[in-house]
T-cell receptor, first 115, second 116 residues
Framework: DSGVTQTPKHLITATGQRVTLRCSPR?????VYWYQQSLDQGLQFLIQ???????AKGNILERFSAQQFPDLHSELNLSSLELGDSALYFC??????????????FGPGTRLTVL | AQKVTQAQTEISVVEKEDVTLDCVYE???????LFWYKQPPSGELVFLIR??????QNEISGRYSWNFQKSTSSFNFTITASQVVDSAVYFC?????????????FGKGTKLTVNP
């Protein structure tokens, strides 16, 4: 158990819908990362938050957004869903010291299926 | 730009064989970090090792060992006396924190199957 929790574990929805994925980081970790794992693109970085502020963006679609709350949990919002958004979405957390990449511990993932 | 190449898509071995998973990376930074993660069939990503660019010592942890060679930009992973429980997809990843983010760039992964 990495200490990172993600809910829900599975999500099945229809095209055009909107969903919210939730992540709680390990105790003491200030940074949260979201990654998408799909068969064609592999594991790709989406976005990073550090202590409530957005720190970096990767290949995140405009239909996707995220935030980190004062209690440090994070939510990833996916809207106007398309079939191609079906994937495994991971959240990871780390201490994130400046200029150092600390170990990122991953949650169990949320498997999103868009029908 | 950061890039990680895991040329071996799939490897199949028989239990007790040794197996090496290759990882080659590209980076322009002098400060970077390399990682290996294991993804068993259950789907979670399990951290195995983190290595920074200034520490070229090889590491051994039980049946696992890692060989870091800056001269060839490689960070290879060897499992000695493989077991069925080692069957998983293994990912190598790179991070360049000086760029303002500690994001990980992953290779495509190597699927290891250990047969009894």
């Amino acid at each position: 158990d990495s200490g990172v929790t993600q809910t829900p574990k599975h999500l099945i929805t229809a095209t055009g819908q909107r969903v919210t994925l939730r992540c709680s980081p390990r105790s003491g970790d200030l940074s949260v990362y979201w990654y998408q794992q799909s068969l064609d693109q592999g594991l790709q970085f989406l976005i990073q938050y550090y202590n409530g502020e957005e720190r970096a963006k990767g290949n995140i679609l405009e239909r996707f957004s995220a935030q980190q709350f004062p209690d440090l949990h994070s939510e990833l919002n996916l809207s106007s869903l398309e079939l191609g958004d079906s994937a495994l979405y991971f959240c990871a957390s780390s201490v994130a010291s400046s200029g150092v990449t600390d170990t990122q511990y991953f949650g169990p993932g949320t498997r999103l299926t868009v029908l | 730009a950061q890039k990680v190449t895991q040329a071996q898509t799939e490897i199949s071995v028989v239990e007790k064989e040794d197996v090496t998973l290759d990882c080659v990376y590209e980076t322009r930074d002098t400060t970077y970090y390399l990682f290996w993660y294991k993804q068993p069939p259950s789907g979670e990503l399990v951290f195995l090792i983190r290595r920074n660019s200034f520490d070229e010592q090889n590491e051994i942890s039980g049946r696992y060992s890692w060989n870091f060679q800056k001269s060839t930009s490689s960070f290879n992973f060897t499992i000695t006396a493989s077991q069925v429980v080692d069957s998983a997809v293994y990912f190598c990843a790179l991070s360049e924190p000086q760029g303002g983010s500690e994001k990980l760039v992953f290779g495509k992964g190597t699927k290891l199957t250990v047969n009894p």
